[in-house]
């Protein structure tokens, strides 16, 4: 966090405004708020920021913020609430009330939100953000909060466009852009509000209380860079769509950002260009001359050199690639930079800019038509694939064996059995359950037999096994009178039963009689 602080710091300028305040219970002010002047200090101060306990009261932090811009004259006055998604306190008055209050005044407010949109406060922060006119972002890795810090800055300096005609003020910076005096300027339907950079050369500012500038223009390395913050052509350009020397100032911006002009003379223009390590360099003739504009072909002299060692001088012929284009190419090898001038025979010699590889040939990203293929051949030069799809590499994994111990699962059921065994043995509940689990078709069928003390005598009944919850019962029949001598027993009567009491005496005896014969 402390990061992405100073890295809003580093993107502000002299013209701007800033304020750094911790949260925990109290708000404690870490850079008071003020013009941006001192940057190596407010950093030293924001980096020695830590943790020191507390909650996030979400309240304090946003009264304190709001009471810091009330008085800034900034246009675009902006807050940047950072807090922990699953642990932000409220207060009892409500954030409300200074969301609300901060919206009324041109105040936006936008939520970083450290952890996910699903934790217990995400609501609170989207809430917020939703209210304060602003973002609200999340994220669960504390290394991108410099980046998200520095979106939600950069978001709201592009839109700190000033809408309303402002006169402009030329400077003398002016004439040595045009190389020519323009006369006054008109006003301009509106502009970017920006800040100028160290070593530009301001040629226009506004007239207004931020003295912004309108045009300004700096060397970037060998080229040059130019920078209008008004609209050249739309709703915004105001009177100078109108201005008669509009046409004059810029077609002399953008000639002084061409550079110098080419020493070839009408008619000829040359052209270089980088491709797959190699410069190549054209000559472009105009399609309508009457005559061969030269005897005999121009020619390219090259100066090359690496770094700490002595330049080389070469000089090839150029040829013929079309009816109007003359073409040369001169190949580029590691940190070599190179300086080429055509030489015309007739029409005079220019100078093109210097120009070198931004890296190693060997490292050139292939081309989309070439990549596949190349990267096909060095897969199969390898003895590898070419995956295209990152999730067939599980497809690919060559199936081995594997050895599972079977030890500890055959104990197991030993033990299971041994213990199954044992409640059988003791209880008879296995073949039970069994019998009762039987098969449906299979009927069997169970004898109910009366007893033969019982005062009523009856039939045995036979009964299916599988009925559905019926129990057994006993039918009792009259006693039948005795069938005639001459009619044969019937099977269906059991023979006639002994006295109890008789038969126990009978046995008695036939048992002495065996003891008395041994």
């Avoid at 003020?34 to 920021?49: L, P």
């Avoid at 360099?281 to 050199?305: K, M, N, Q, Y």
């Avoid at 060692?309 to 190179?338: C, F, H, Q, R, Y």
Wanted: aromatic fraction near 6%; hydrophobic fraction near 40%.
């Amino acid at each position: 966090a402390d990061l992405a602080t100073a890295e809003v710091l580093n993107m502000l300028g002299a013209m701007d405004q800033f304020g750094c305040i911790a949260v925990d219970v109290v708000p404690h002010e870490i850079v008071p708020f003020g013009d941006v002047t001192d940057k190596e200090t407010m950093r030293s101060n924001i980096m020695r920021i830590d943790s020191a306990g507390g909650g996030i009261y979400i309240y304090e932090a946003l009264a304190t913020a709001a009471r810091m811009l009330v008085g800034a004259k900034a246009g675009t006055r902006h807050i940047i609430l950072f807090a922990d998604a699953a642990d932000s306190r409220q207060h009892p008055q409500g954030w409300e009330t200074i969301v609300d209050a901060c919206a009324k005044a041109g105040i936006t407010v936008s939520v970083i939100g450290l952890g996910s949109q699903s934790d217990c406060d995400a609501d609170l922060l989207k809430e917020i953000g939703k209210r304060g006119g602003g973002q609200c972002m999340f994220t669960k890795i504390a290394q991108e909060l410099p980046r998200l810090f520095a979106q939600d800055t950069f978001v709201v300096a592009r839109s700190a466009f000033l809408d309303e005609p402002d006169e402009v003020h030329p400077t003398a910076g002016l004439l040595g852009l045009t190389r020519q005096p323009l006369g006054d300027f008109p006003k301009i339907g509106g502009y970017n509000l920006c800040y100028i950079r160290p070593q530009a050369n301001l040629a226009i500012t506004s007239v207004d209380e931020y003295h912004a500038p309108v045009l300004s223009a700096w060397q970037a390395g060998l080229g040059r860079v130019l920078c209008y913050a008004g609209e050249a052509n739309g709703k915004y350009t105001g009177a100078m769509a109108g201005w008669k020397s509009a046409g004059d100032f810029f077609a002399s911006l953008a000639r002084w950002t061409a550079g110098q002009s080419q020493g070839l003379g009408k008619g000829v223009v040359a052209t270089q260009e980088l491709r797959d390590g190699v410069c190549r360099i054209e000559l472009h003739l105009d399609p309508g001359r009457e005559a061969a504009p030269f005897r005999r072909l121009p020619s390219l002299t090259t100066l090359a050199a690496r770094p700490g060692e002595a330049a080389t001088t070469n000089k090839i012929g150029m040829s013929w690639l079309s009816a109007d284009t003359l073409v040369g190419e001169v190949p580029l090898s590691g940190s070599e930079t190179l300086l080429a001038t055509v030489a015309a025979p007739g029409m005079g010699q220019t100078t093109l800019s210097p120009v070198c590889l931004p890296y190693s040939p060997e490292y050139l990203p292939p081309k989309p038509d070439r990549g596949a293929a190349a990267m096909e051949q060095l897969a199969r030069a390898t003895g590898g694939c070419q995956r295209l799809n990152l999730a067939d590499v599980w497809n690919d994994i060559p199936r081995r064996p594997r050895m599972i111990l079977l030890g500890p699962y055959l104990l197991l059921a030993a033990v299971l059995l041994f213990l199954l065994e044992v409640i059988q043995r003791r209880t008879g509940i296995l073949s039970i359950r069994g019998a009762s689990l039987g098969p449906l078709w299979r009927r069997a069928t169970a004898r109910v037999r009366v007893p033969r003390h019982s005062p009523v005598r009856g039939k045995m009944v036979s009964l299916p096994a599988g009925g559905a919850k019926k129990k057994a019962a006993v039918v009792a029949a009259p006693k039948k009178p005795a069938p005639p001598a001459s009619s044969p027993p019937s099977l269906d009567e059991p023979p006639a039963a002994k006295d109890f009491g008789n038969a126990l005496s009978q046995a008695q005896q036939r048992a002495r009689q065996r003891t008395k014969r041994r």
